[in-house]
């Protein structure tokens, strides 16, 4: 069978429900339980009672899964009854749902009729919507405890290991084999069976060499032409690729890969925002390029593998910063309407044809705009960002991974019951204060991330400074931990200006990035029950170059942060409108090189809001020479 190996990720994720959102992180689960994600099966039929995950003759392929990737871990987070019942109608019918066999879910077999005296049954499967729905499967062991799934995942990977050979990953699934390798460690990791490790090698055979497209990363300009290889929600997906092929395999060149792809990726098709272009595939970096929300979720899902696997902090820096701009911005304030693509520079969301291969519609707000894998998709982020927040060290200590509120519960490897209260308005504030609670006196260290865009951090134990060495982005301290041991921590958030295209510059204070906002005029294009659609025209000018002096305002952090009237923080600045920024393929063009100001214009007072706060914005600006 052949001597395979899994090595230990420096990271590990604390069982779902361990780490419960708190303050405004908590309120952004509430308002997507109140909006799409708490009611999509009553508004939308391809989730509803038909779907084939619930035995109906509906979709049977990924949206189903999708939807309960998202779901699930809000369901446990908030500790929602009434959402856990709708997951548990999902569960139930795919744990019941498995065959003889040991394959499960909606039939996907294909009966042909022959000529001759029988019919040939043929396999019709690439596989993908089962290893959605073993990753939804992970997530629901883990904070239910049900005894059930680690034996249906056994039978289910014992039917794969004998068939995947005959039917082989392809299309989407070979693709993106790392999810499926996700749920093979995962089940590897509870039962060290290894039949599943030299499943885990036929796999990673057969799922696309990312580690070597990474490596030699060729796709160096706007693609305009369809390939798995190019389509940004596999390259999202495919981020996290080499290291869990680097957990099989141990080869350096896996692990370097990583840092390579991400930063050519950023190089050639980087965003302001922390994501990369691809309005279906990726598409350069001009700022009025789309972005997909599949490919946002699904990049954070990549990174907070990343940071689990490697223990690196720089990963977690650029999952705070997809985080907290490309996802809010992309979503209704109400989370009941999202767009398909986003643009860093949005000036208009309205059907129309934009320099992209998508259509029409897909940067307006609404139920279903171009294309319905976003509807399903989108669910995940928020509740997998905050169950990453804390992270379980391989010398049984705690990582914190991002400072949004949360309360953290768990217990150590000699049994310790551990309780942290992580008390803060980060990212809109400097301030984190963690008050540790422990059963017993204990020894274990606590990592404590520092972003890489702080160069001044203060960390203190119970009003005690402490001086500390920063390695791999972390702070180890050790200590023996008392009752009520209380760490405070400032990370000053300077504001700083990054150069791109054209001179042009973006502006970010912490994790936040800044953006123009637009003022918005939201037209309801198709009104319904309860999800409308949406059009939105700007009702105020847009062609500002910038002076680069700033001056920060504070406000209170309201309920709902990420809306332009509540910002929480914003950056005064001044600036004056340009004769030659225009307008093209309703999108704004780039921004000029040589810019030009109107006779006899004056400079204007402008208010930057938080990048996420703006569905009309603009967040790439040139810059007005004093």
Not at 321 to 342: E, G, R
Not at 498 to 527: D, H, K
Request: hydrophobic content about 40%.
């Amino acid at each position: 069978m052949g001597d395979f190996k899994l090595l230990d990720s420096k990271f590990s994720m604390l069982p779902l429900g361990s780490v419960k959102p708190k303050g405004w992180l908590r309120n952004q689960l509430e308002i997507q339980r109140n909006g799409l994600t708490g009611h999509l099966e009553e508004h939308w039929a391809d989730v509803g009672p038909d779907n084939g995950w619930l035995g109906g003759n509906g979709d049977s392929w990924e949206r189903g899964p999708y939807y309960l990737d998202g779901l699930v871990p809000l369901a446990y987070l908030l500790e929602d009854e009434q959402l856990l019942q709708k997951a548990k109608t999902w569960i139930e019918w795919t744990l019941s749902s498995q065959k003889e066999d040991g394959s499960f879910g909606p039939n996907h077999f294909t009966t042909i009729n022959t000529e001759s005296d029988f019919n040939v049954t043929m396999h019709n499967q690439d596989w993908w919507q089962d290893v959605i729905m073993l990753k939804v499967l992970t997530q629901y062991q883990e904070a239910s405890n049900d005894e059930r799934v680690i034996p249906f995942m056994n039978k289910y990977f014992q039917y794969l290991n004998e068939t995947i050979k005959r039917v082989p990953l392809k299309e989407w699934a070979q693709a993106r084999g790392a999810d499926l390798l996700l749920s093979i460690h995962w089940l590897y990791e509870k039962t060290k069976d290894d039949t599943l490790l030299h499943l885990a090698e036929v796999v990673r055979q057969q799922t696309i060499n990312w580690t070597n497209i990474f490596s030699n990363f060729p796709y160096k300009r706007k693609q305009t032409e369809w390939d798995h290889r190019v389509h940004v929600v596999n390259v999202a997906m495919a981020t996290k690729t080499p290291a869990v092929f680097f957990r099989q395999t141990g080869d350096t060149k896996d692990r370097d890969a990583i840092y390579k792809g991400i930063e050519r990726l950023m190089t050639y098709h980087g965003q302001a925002n922390g994501m990369f272009s691809g309005d279906e595939w990726l598409s350069g970096t001009h700022p009025s390029q789309g972005t997909e929300l599949c490919a946002v979720v699904e990049y954070m899902f990549s990174i907070e593998n990343l940071v689990r696997i490697l223990g690196d902090g720089s990963f977690a820096d650029i999952l705070e910063t997809v985080a907290f701009n490309a996802l809010p911005a992309t979503i209704s304030p109400n989370w009941d309407a999202h767009q398909y693509d986003q643009q860093v520079n949005q000036i208009m969301c309205n059907a129309a044809n934009r320099p992209w291969v998508n259509g029409p519609d897909a940067n307006t707000f609404g139920l279903e705009p171009h294309f319905g894998c976003c509807t399903s998709n989108m669910h995940q982020g928020w509740p997998k960002f905050a169950a990453s927040l804390w992270m379980a060290t391989d010398d049984h200590g705690l990582a914190a991974i991002s400072y949004a509120p949360c309360h953290v519960k768990t217990t150590l490897a000699d049994d310790n019951e551990v309780e942290f209260q992580v008390k803060s308005d980060y990212p809109f504030r400097e301030q984190v204060s963690i008050e540790i609670h422990v059963s017993i006196e204990a020894a274990f260290p606590i990592y404590l991330r520092v972003p890489n865009w702080c160069s001044n951090q203060q960390i203190s134990i119970n009003g005690e400074l402490l001086q500390v060495e920063v390695e791999n982005g972390f702070a180890r301290v050790f200590r023996v931990w008392k009752h009520n041991d209380r760490i405070e921590l400032i990370f000053p958030m300077d504001v700083q200006v990054e150069e791109r295209n054209n001179y042009a510059i973006s502006v970010r204070r912490g994790p936040l990035m800044f953006a123009l906002p637009i003022e918005e005029q939201w037209v309801c294009t198709q009104e319904r029950e309860k999800f409308h659609d949406w059009e939105i025209y700007p009702s105020s000018s847009w062609q500002y170059a910038l002076e680069k002096e700033f001056d920060v305002q504070i406000y209170d952090v309201a309920y709902q942060p990420f809306r332009t009237e509540n910002a929480p923080v914003k950056l005064a600045v001044k600036g004056k409108l340009l004769s030659n920024w225009i307008m093209e393929k309703n999108s704004a063009g780039s921004p000029p090189l040589n810019p030009k100001v109107y006779k006899n214009a004056q400079l204007k007072e402008l208010a930057l809001v938080p990048y996420g706060c703006a569905r009309l914005r603009i967040a790439e600006f040139p810059v007005l020479e004093k």
